[in-house]
């Protein structure tokens, strides 16, 4: 089901493990087209899928740890979680790479 912002709600996101590769295609593209912001006026980086969850400005390698860590990471997460912070590492390493060099 999607909410007000077009957004699957997390309702929905019950993805197998195995989806999470195909999940990860939207968000990434997301991502590319500036739907999401990364990147603070500061030139420090966030995540906008842990927005009042955890700190919010990382620097390049610090957050490609972390959207690493959650798209890996425990079991215990949800899919939906895991595809989109997967997509973000995709991101990080392959379109705001230049990053690492700041």
Known sequence: MENKTGNISDSSSDISESEIN???NKPYEELKQGKYM???RDG??????????????????????????VGSGAAWR???????HFALSVYLTSDLAHEAEG
Do not use: I, M, T
Request: charged fraction near 30%; glycine fraction near 6%; charge should be positive.
């Open 22 to 24: 195909e999940y990860k």
């Open 78 to 84: 949800k899919p939906k979680l895991k595809a989109q």
């Open 38 to 40: 990364v990147k603070n």
């Open 44 to 69: 420090s980086l966030r995540c906008p899928f842990c927005l009042g969850k955890k700190k919010q400005q990382w620097q390049y390698r610090d957050h490609l740890q972390h959207a690493f860590g």
